[in-house]
């Protein structure tokens, strides 16, 4: 059963769609992850999911009844916002029972509540602290408390982790995943950050432009992405997508070939001939970026991750190889994945002129 259902929804302001015929199924106890760069519609669809903006076309359904036009208190849903939202004057027993009082709900089971929600996150001895009186961390705990104490089928949070830093983010990640398990909630989760939708997500809903790119589990996007610009954003670093033409002297015109930088691997010969540019060192492994024969555009690079620190300095000569199975073919005109293309193995090897 699909706890959240939008169908065909759009959001226009004036002529520009920030979002543009939006659908996707979230089903029930799934964490589902909106992903992309700024300005690409996520926190707008999360928006309208809560009722804080009006859709200007679709719908919206929750456990299968349209909330497209309720308010946000009829929905049913919970929110965390980047900002955490606290009320710095109240403790944080009073912010996390704070919209169970607004609701009216009934005081005979706040007591069990607060404990239940405190205990898991805890907070249980920070209670009567104010919000000025914590971390970071502990503030984004708090948020959480006041989101999950409403036990609400519907979770969402737009970029919650974004004020905190590298580590304490990386703990975050593991709680809320741990969390969302725990209370088998539905979450959709807002973020640009694609460390975040690849370790927590089971769901990603990739969007550019206000458009939905791809909606796939995390796996299915790394390894079979629909577009280039899903190939390109996902992956650290991206993968490299060029000209057919540019690393094969027989390849087909019209398209282009992605191959993922862990893919790729220095060879004493091989099928592309190139000069290191750079050589970035990151202990468990190293990433190479060359420049290629024939390239006409300053992006026509290709880089390599290989395991472990390599003896190379930028200006040397290398034979770049990967296997025909690592090979992404997409649409150059479109920029949509191509599979079945009848391209041969790239097997005509391109040297650099003496």
Not at 20 to 33: I, M, P, T, Y
Not at 84 to 96: D, G, K, T
Not at 285 to 310: F, H, K, M
Request: some cysteine; aromatic content about 4%; charged content about 20%.
């Amino acid at each position: 059963m699909s706890t959240l259902s939008l169908q065909h929804l759009s959001k226009h302001w004036g002529p520009t769609a920030a979002v543009d015929d939006a659908s996707f199924e979230a089903a029930s106890g799934s964490f589902v992850v909106l992903l992309g760069p700024s300005g690409c519609g996520k926190s707008t669809t999360l928006r309208m999911i809560a009722g804080l903006d009006t859709p200007t076309s679709g719908r919206i359904l929750i456990d299968g009844r349209d909330v497209t036009r309720l308010p946000p208190a009829k929905r049913r849903i919970s929110m965390v916002f980047q900002s955490y939202a606290l009320f710095p004057h109240l403790s944080v027993r009073e912010n996390i029972l704070f919209g169970v009082k607004v609701r009216r709900e009934p005081k005979a089971h706040r007591a069990a509540r607060l404990e239940r929600v405190s205990e898991l996150l805890g907070l249980s001895a920070l209670l009567e602290r104010k919000p000025s009186q914590l971390s970071g961390g502990q503030q984004q705990r708090v948020a959480l408390g006041r989101a999950i104490i409403a036990e609400t089928p519907v979770c969402l949070m737009d970029e919650p982790l974004s004020n905190l830093d590298a580590k304490l983010r990386q703990e975050m990640r593991r709680e809320i995943r741990a969390l969302q398990r725990k209370l088998g909630m539905t979450m959709v989760y807002v973020t640009h950050d694609q460390t975040e939708a690849m370790s927590m997500a089971d769901q990603v809903v990739l969007l550019e432009g206000g458009r939905i790119v791809q909606d796939a589990p995390p796996a299915e996007l790394y390894a079979r992405p629909a577009t280039v610009f899903a190939a390109r954003f996902i992956g650290t670093p991206p993968m490299n997508v060029l000209p057919l033409g540019l690393v094969d002297s027989g390849g087909g015109a019209g398209l282009l070939v992605g191959i993922r930088p862990e893919h790729v691997r220095l060879a004493r010969g091989g099928r592309l001939h190139a000069i290191v540019q750079s050589v970035e060192y990151f202990g468990a492994d190293t990433i190479v970026t060359c420049t290629l024969p024939g390239a006409s555009r300053n992006g026509d690079t290709i880089a390599a991750r290989v395991p472990g620190q390599l003896s190379i300095a930028a200006g040397e000569r290398v034979w770049l190889d990967w296997d025909d199975d690592a090979q992404h073919f997409f649409d150059a005109d479109t920029g949509r994945r191509r599979d079945g293309v009848p391209v041969p193995a790239l097997s005509h090897p391109r040297s650099v002129p003496s």
